[in-house]
């Protein structure tokens, strides 16, 4: 499965990703703000990463960014199950911070995640992350009253974690392909 929004390009990890994946993900302050990624990331996580089985109902991508070298790998992003719908996770690499990649991945996903019918998601981001609760608010997500402690493997530790849902209707159902492409 692939998407093609503004910018970016979101696709399926291959087995030669592995070491450009690496590179941008071992760095200690983006493994902070994730909860199932450890620090240090290895050569061995990345490329059981990469191997890990794609579910067509809870897809993961890498987002890319092409460009007239190719396309290289900005961050990730992906669906998991939730109780009641799907969670939403992403990072983004340091170097490309702050230029709204996320944001966009994030409509992305949330377009594909209507067009598959399902009819919430959910997100969390650690509290001394706000950034990303920009990103789920600028996606159209809205901050619940609940704060849970959530374990980071890269921090070693739980950490209070705020939360975010976003119920989606038919208008989040992309049927149409350029609507999904704009909403993106």
Not at 7 to 24: H, I, K, Q, T, Y
Not at 67 to 83: F, M, N, P
Not at 124 to 152: C, I, M, Q, Y
């Amino acid at each position: 499965m692939f998407i093609r929004s503004e910018r970016l390009f979101l696709r399926p990890g291959w087995p030669e990703d592995w070491e450009e994946l690496l590179g941008v993900i071992a760095d200690e302050d983006v493994v902070r703000n994730l909860a199932s990624v450890p620090w240090p990331y290895t050569a061995e996580d990345a490329r059981s990463f990469i191997g890990l089985p794609q579910s067509h109902r809870y897809p993961r991508f890498l987002i890319t960014r092409p460009d007239a070298r190719g396309a290289c790998i900005v961050g990730c992003i992906g669906l998991d199950r939730a109780e009641g719908g799907a969670e939403l996770g992403y990072w983004i690499a340091r170097d490309h911070w702050g230029r709204g990649y996320a944001t966009e991945a994030v409509r992305a996903v949330v377009g594909l995640a209507g067009a598959m019918r399902h009819t919430r998601v959910v997100a969390e981001h650690f509290v001394d992350n706000p950034a990303s609760g920009r990103v789920l608010e600028k996606a159209g997500f809205r901050r619940t009253a609940r704060v849970v402690e959530r374990f980071s493997k890269g921090r070693g530790q739980a950490c209070p974690a705020r939360t975010y849902e976003l119920a989606l209707g038919p208008s989040h159902a992309c049927g149409d392909a350029m609507r999904c492409k704009r909403a993106a």
